[in-house]
């Protein structure tokens, strides 16, 4: 048996193994392990004077949909475009890595400060933009980007790493195609948003998210003719926490849906105290919006409770419809389909809201506050409310006012003949215990409604 006398197959061997420990077999790019010995490498050549260098990372966004819709080989396609792409415009000396899955990484050896990283993760977006070429078809994708500048954002690879981690992650919750430079403010911000998520969490575990009910109201007869449910939540920490601040968090945190659904069951559950001519007026996000199985989960609620589906209105708003509008006009079908009403909240504020009443099927329309507070000193606001009303009385849509907060507001509203209204001016979100004396007031004894609880 003959055996080479140099050992060159066991060094071509040793070789080989060391390319495959380093390199993404799809791209040929390096790989984390690649990243890790470049900057640790930089770092060193840098330790007596430790002038800047940046790393990024970069992170497709709407990938996934993509590759389960076109198919795994076309995910790898459009993969392999992105690396010939970045290897085709980073600067001299930067290396480019393929952490993983759709994440990309960049080190730059040569970017010192915030705003070259921002202008080159700006170059890169633009180049990402573009149009992926995939035989029969064209995709478009946006990219998010963080980046972390050493030794400013940790002085060796893990840190420095997490601080690009924690970038991205930012870019990721502030919508597609953002930009982040990883900075020791932005940090104190994302651990106050975990802490707030981990609060908010241990709340709906605890049914300590509670809903409060603001009366809508007929304009000719000053009564109430339901209420929206409105989310609250007191922290015993963190004091009083706005929805405007913890709903968002929800949805972007993945558990809205257990969020909503307590709200609907406590919401649906109160609304059963109620006189049985009154509505409910819940809010859905437009992650609902999304999700296939909102109609269903919803439904299942109102059932289990044991609410009358027709005495539901759900809101949802022009912005929420926009985000997938094909899956949203499906959600309203089955929703509207199983007795509930539609309301179009906050009218007048996006970018087409005549174009929405024209594909979607609606039963009310909310004229947003933004037109209803200038109404008794503003032409145009007045004239613009008259209009809608009229086009709504034409299209067989009820309408709302929101935002009343004095008399003149309301009498000006029932003179250009508004049929609903909602604000301070008839009465300020207040929970259960409130409203049911609210009611009382109004109706009388609410004794024989109560046995709908049972």
């Not at 919006?289 to 919803?298: A, G, I, K, N, Q």
Request: proline share 4%; with cysteine.
């Amino acid at each position: 048996m003959n055996r080479p006398d140099d050992g060159s197959a066991d060094h071509l061997s040793r070789n080989d193994l060391h390319v495959m420990a380093f390199t993404d077999p799809l791209t040929g790019l390096g790989n984390a392990n690649k990243m890790r010995d470049r900057v640790r490498e930089i770092a060193t050549e840098r330790a007596a004077d430790p002038a800047p260098f940046t790393i990024g990372l970069a992170n497709l966004d709407g990938f996934k949909p993509l590759n389960d819709l076109f198919g795994p080989g076309a995910g790898d396609e459009i993969l392999c475009q992105v690396a010939n792409r970045l290897l085709a415009c980073v600067p001299d000396g930067a290396t480019v890595i393929r952490v993983g899955g759709d994440e990309f990484a960049f080190v730059l050896p040569l970017v010192f400060e915030r705003k070259a990283a921002e202008k080159i993760g700006q170059m890169l977006r633009e180049v990402l933009s573009a149009p992926f070429d995939l035989g029969q078809r064209t995709v478009r994708l946006s990219a998010s980007f963080g980046f972390a500048i050493y030794p400013f954002a940790g002085a060796d690879y893990e840190e420095l790493l997490k601080s690009a981690d924690t970038a991205l992650y930012r870019s990721k919750r502030r919508g597609r195609g953002q930009i982040t430079v990883f900075s020791h403010e932005i940090a104190a911000e994302m651990k106050r948003a975990t802490q707030l998520e981990q609060a908010l969490r241990n709340a709906i575990i605890n049914g300590a998210v509670d809903v409060h009910f603001q009366p809508i109201v007929d304009l000719a007869t000053d009564m109430p003719v339901g209420f929206e449910a409105l989310a609250r939540w007191c922290d015993a920490d963190l004091g009083y926490v706005s929805p405007a601040v913890f709903v968002p968090l929800a949805e972007e945190r993945g558990f809205i849906h257990t969020l909503t659904e307590t709200l609907l069951r406590k919401a649906a559950e109160a609304a059963l105290l109620w006189p049985k001519e009154l509505f409910l007026s819940f809010n859905l996000s437009s992650a609902q919006l999304m999700d296939p199985s909102t109609s269903r989960d919803v439904l299942a609620i109102v059932n289990r409770v044991g609410l009358d589906p027709r005495r539901l209105e759900l809101e949802i708003t022009e912005t929420a419809v926009m985000t997938d509008a094909d899956m949203a006009q499906k959600i309203v079908a089955e929703l509207r389909a199983a007795g509930m009403r539609i309301s179009l909240d906050d009218f007048g504020t996006g970018q087409s809201s005549l174009g929405r009443l024209r594909d979607f099927t609606f039963d009310k329309l909310k004229i947003d506050r933004s037109f209803v507070s200038r109404i008794a000193t503003d032409r145009a606001s007045e004239h613009i409310i008259k209009a809608i009303v009229t086009m709504c009385d034409g299209l067989n849509l009820e309408v709302v006012a929101e935002g009343i907060e004095d008399f003149a507001e309301a009498l000006k509203l029932k003179g250009l003949g508004c049929g609903m209204g909602q604000g301070y001016f008839y009465g300020k979100p207040a929970d259960l215990q409130a409203t049911l004396r609210y009611l009382e007031k109004r109706f009388g004894s609410l004794d024989q409604h109560r046995s709908q609880a049972g």
